[in-house]
């Protein structure tokens, strides 16, 4: 990074910190195309600066919804600095796609003419009224994750999280699993009107939002925010069509074949996650320390590069992991643009879908590390798309080496089996939420009650129908709540899928190819966001495709995996 440009340290404490930097910025006199490569790492250096001082507020304010110092801290990021910062911003956006000099760099490669692409569109949807939306909608979503990151029941003496509490539900006493779930329905039905009032506040805003920049609602306002321009709304339909005729009747036949094994008349919603034969859950780590010490091990013998990243995020302590009180939900994983190093975070208690999200975001991590020799920040702002794709493919390369976690290999084949079966489970879960969100923002105007009816009538279409809901409807109509992506980062969903779709084509061919598909894997993350989507894809080896054949094909590939894992 420049140290004569950017301050160093750089402290932002308030806007006028910041907005000489970005003054200086603009007068710049630009003459050639060097002055402009030289503005243009300038801006990018602005960039990463920006970007890592708001990861580490909002690191810090996930880790303890319960700081009030971290909440203060992020909250007056988002609504005292960023409204100042978002003009100058647009400001910088035009002067970078008026420059006489934009038209030659754009032409040099298709990195650049990404970057500007993305560059036009943001100034194509910047409106200064919508400063203080874009504010409002952040405090918003920082209130639905101190409401879910405080949520908790208590059991057999103690306070223990929600997500701690959904180990229960892998337990084999099924009356303690059904005891569990309606601990857990309860509390949430605790904040149910309170999320459904926060929920209806961003849908309105997120309208006017986008009616103030043009459009005629907030989905298609999304597709330009997101550069989604390799694909349409139409593709996402495609995909939802696809999943619903395609998978959903392989999740059905899942459940069937639980049912049978459970034994059950019908099968309860506590039921679902349970080992079918009544085998105890499986306890692949004790506590955030030994996961990270058998996921180095793991991810070292795909590849010895991929454990060394894990071990320099280490030795700088880039990792959170255990799930505790006052801990927002979820994990994630977030880039630190100045100092090129991610952070991850998430909620680990003690089961393989731990597992699983440690590798998932050590995927993205990965990329991260991948990306850094790029120049400018913007060409490491892959679109999610490409970064799930990084993500969810490293939770498929390294089930092998997931004897790591499980040295009796009856226990590696039920944690690649479960690993396998998600995947059934997954889509058509991602296409309902998708769907679900282009319904909201198509009728912006809707009711609760509509809301909810649309919601059923999707969890008809995409779920196995084989779950029991009787005498429990509330739950089921409630179940879209505990989805943060709906509330904080919104049509930010669909892109699991089309990358679970990539991944299991990058995992095909590691099977068949070996480590020359690992090479291939590792040339895309390289990449960043300078090629479009479908050339990224086709260098991961992959197609980015959502047609039923295609997603049939793959579906049956994991359907044969899953039986060689049975036999």
Known sequence: MSSSFIPNPFVVQSKDDVMPIFESLLKRNIQNPQDFERFLQDVSDLESALSEDMAWRYIKMTCDTQNKDHETSYLT???????????????????????????????????????????????????????????????????????????????????????????????????????????????????????????????????????NAGFKNFRDYMFKAMDRYDYDVEACKDFHR????????????????????????????????????????????????????KGIDCLERVDPYFGECLKTMKSNNLLDLDSRLGKAPGGYNYPLAKTNMPFIFMNASGNLRDVETLVHEA????????????????????????????????????????????????????????????????????????????WIYENPTHNDAERTAKWLELCSRYGSGEVDYTDLETALENSWHKQLHIFEVPFYYVEYGFAQLG?????????????????????????????????????????????????????????????????
């Not at 008026?98 to 760099?105: H, K, N, R, T």
């Not at 009224?129 to 639905?144: G, H, M, R, V």
């Not at 598909?517 to 990449?527: G, P, Q, R, S, T």
């Open 77 to 211: 990021f988002v609504q005292e600095i960023q409204p100042h910062l978002s003009p100058m911003e647009d400001l910088l956006n035009r002067k970078i796609v008026d420059s006489p000099f934009a038209e030659s760099l754009r032409l040099l490669n298709e990195g650049n003419e990404i970057y500007l692409r993305g560059l036009k569109g943001a100034v194509e949807i910047f409106r200064e009224e919508n400063i203080p939306i874009q504010s409002e909608l952040a405090t918003l979503a920082q209130e639905y994750s101190s409401i879910q990151g405080n949520m908790s029941i208590e059991w057999e003496g103690q306070t223990i999280t929600l997500q701690q509490a959904s180990n229960i539900l892998m337990q084999t006493d099924r009356q303690k699993r059904e005891q569990v779930w309606h601990l857990m329905q309860k509390r949430r039905s605790e904040d149910t009107d309170k999320l459904n009032e926060l929920f209806n506040k961003m849908v309105q805003l997120r309208h006017q939002l986008a009616v």
């Open 363 to 438: 995927g993205h991590a990965i990329h991260s590390f991948q990306m850094a020799p790029l120049t400018l920040n913007a060409y490491k702002n892959t679109p999610s798309e490409v970064a799930e794709l990084a993500s969810m493919s490293m939770e498929l390369l390294t089930m092998n080496t997931w004897d790591a976690y499980f040295d009796d290999k009856n226990l590696l084949n039920r944690a690649k089996s479960e690993q396998l079966e998600g995947i059934l489970g997954t889509l058509p879960w991602i296409a309902q939420v998708d769907a679900f969100q282009h």
């Open 242 to 293: 696809s999943v619903e005729t395609a998978v959903v009747p392989m999740l059905k036949s899942l459940m069937l074949d639980r049912k049978a094994k459970m034994r059950l008349a019908s099968l309860k919603p506590w039921d679902t996650a349970v080992d079918p034969l009544g085998r105890e859950p499986l306890k692949p780590f004790h506590g955030g320390a030994q996961l990270l010490e």
């Open 503 to 567: 991944a299991v084509g990058v995992w095909k061919n590691y099977i068949t190819k070996g480590q020359a598909a690992i090479e291939d894997y590792k040339a895309f993350l390289k990449l960043g966001n300078t090629k479009s989507i479908p050339n990224i894809y086709e260098t991961a080896g992959v197609k980015f495709e959502f047609s039923e054949s295609y997603i049939s094909d793959l579906m049956q590939f994991v359907q044969v995996e899953l039986a060689a894992i049975h036999n």
